[in-house]
């Protein structure tokens, strides 16, 4: 599944009668979740980056 391969096929691979079978097994990845939790990361970083700027009492490497 972590390839692209559709949950009913996985199931049917398996052998599974029923696809919430697979999904017992099928587990996120580490990797798509530290992917996932890099995008979210890097949104609030740009975010607080901005922020930051608009805050004339904070002091950022830019106004330094």
Do not use: F, W
Request: glycine share 8%; net charge negative; aromatic share 2%.
């Amino acid at each position: 599944m972590a390839n692209g391969v559709p949950l009913p096929t996985v199931a049917r691979m398996l052998g599974h009668a029923q696809p919430t079978m697979t999904l017992r097994y099928a587990h996120v990845g580490d990797h798509e979740v530290e992917a996932a939790a890099e995008r979210v990361g890097a949104k609030i970083a740009a975010a607080m980056s901005g922020a930051m700027r608009d805050c004339p009492h904070v002091s950022t490497p830019e106004s330094a």
